[in-house]
């Protein structure tokens, strides 16, 4: 079935490094991997997407890259700021018709020390 | 601007109660879906929906049901709660599109249970 591995569970960096989280997915047929972003008490909210005909898509301090062949993408974080510190969640998907249905990593609890 | 709204925020069960946990969106999405969160497991899919009449089994759907007579709402049943259904719940919606921002989820602020 289905499913999608992140790693690493747990990530603490100092303020202006580089975090860089890393996910696999099982199903070749994934065409679409956001990442989310969950603060304390909210819902997960969309930071970042790429689709599997592009290898890499940044925006402004934060970027992913994909490996389709190897069934690999990851998250890039540079500069972290103490507001980064959130869970994150990657997620793969199947194409329901023009519809996504998202599978999710397990998550991974960045904290970014001043 | 609502977005996704979810209903109630916090709730606890008695063992065997049953319950329905409200979703409502109005951004007229078709997709919308229910998912469970627990420690250390990310976020499971129990059940979604493409469009009114229309539903589907996610990962973990046993112990639910769910039914979507509206595009906006798409209530999650809990007939008879049991201790391993204490989680976080978060409903999503998404629209059909092919831009890959229309793709996105947009979830509710979810809905805390616990069943004792």
């Known amino acids: 079935g289905e499913n999608v591995e992140q790693h690493p569970s747990t990530l603490s960096v100092q303020e202006g490094d580089s975090a860089v989280i890393k996910c696999t997915y099982s199903?070749?047929?994934?065409?679409?991997f956001p990442w989310y972003k969950q603060e304390l008490g909210k819902g997960p909210q969309l930071i970042i997407d790429?689709?599997?005909?592009?290898g890499e898509k940044k925006d402004q301090r934060i970027a992913v890259t994909l490996n389709k062949t190897a069934k690999h993408f990851s998250l890039h974080i540079t500069e972290t700021q103490p507001e980064d510190s959130a869970v994150y969640f990657c997620?793969?998907?199947?194409?329901?018709?023009?519809?996504?249905?998202?599978?999710f990593g397990a998550g991974t609890r960045l904290a970014v020390h001043p | 601007n609502a977005g996704v709204t979810q209903t109630p925020k916090f709730q606890v069960l008695k063992t065997g109660q049953s319950m329905t946990l409200q979703c409502a969106q109005d951004?007229?999405?078709?997709?919308m879906s229910w998912y469970r969160q627990d420690p250390g497991m990310g976020l499971r899919l129990i059940h979604y929906?493409?469009?009114?009449?229309?539903?589907d089994q996610g990962e973990v759907p046993n112990g639910y049901n769910v039914s979507r007579s509206t595009t906006e709402d798409f209530p999650l049943r809990l007939l008879s709660a049991a201790p391993s259904q204490t989680s976080v719940y978060f409903c999503?919606?998404?629209?059909?599109?092919?831009?890959?921002?229309?793709?996105?989820?947009?979830f509710g602020s979810g809905t805390r249970l616990t069943v004792v």
């Open positions: 999503a919606s998404s629209s059909h599109g092919q831009s890959t921002s229309l793709y996105g989820y947009t």
């Open positions: 199903d070749s047929a994934s065409n679409y």
């Open positions: 790429i689709r599997s005909n592009v």
């Open positions: 997620a793969a998907s199947i194409d329901l018709g023009g519809y996504n249905k998202l599978i």
């Open positions: 951004m007229n999405h078709e997709y």
């Open positions: 929906s493409v469009g009114a009449g229309i539903t």
